[in-house]
Nanobody
Framework: VQLQAFGGGLVQAGGSLRLSCAAS????????MGWFRQAPGKEREFVAA????????YFADSVKGRFTISRDNGKNTVYLGMNTLKPNDTAVYYC????????????????WGQGTLVTVSS
């Protein structure tokens, strides 16, 4: 099983980035997908999630209206679109896969990727 996140980088405040997470080694369409982030010195937190078929999406209040999440089950890939980025969005972003719902609870995720760093400068 592998989840490979990429697309992070340095961006100015107000800018945009799109993260991708490519999955392999499991039946991608059977799993809900989530994005989490961990800022320096802080705990990992939920950012967004999408159901197996993509029909339902969920967002943390801190990113609602600025971030989007989508998936392409044909490409085994989930995306996180990030707009109007703020310095406090700076973090390592992780993708994760899980069966079932309860997307906000990181302890219930089955597989994790290695993370990609997003740095937002002011």
């Amino acid at each position: 099983v592998q989840l490979q996140a990429f697309g992070g980088g340095l961006v100015q405040a107000g800018g945009s980035l799109r993260l991708s997470c490519a999955a392999s080694g499991f039946i991608f369409s059977n799993y809900g997908m989530g994005w989490f982030r961990q800022a320096p010195g802080k705990e990992r937190e939920f950012v967004a999630a999408i159901s197996r078929g993509g029909g339902s999406t969920y967002f943390a209040d801190s990113v609602k209206g600025r971030f989007t999440i989508s998936r392409d089950n044909g490409k085994n890939t989930v995306y996180l679109g990030m707009n109007t980025l703020k310095p406090n969005d700076t973090a390592v972003y992780y993708c994760a896969a899980k069966r079932g719902t309860n997307y906000g609870d990181m302890k219930t995720y089955d597989y994790w990727g290695q993370g990609t760093l997003v740095t937002v400068s002011s």
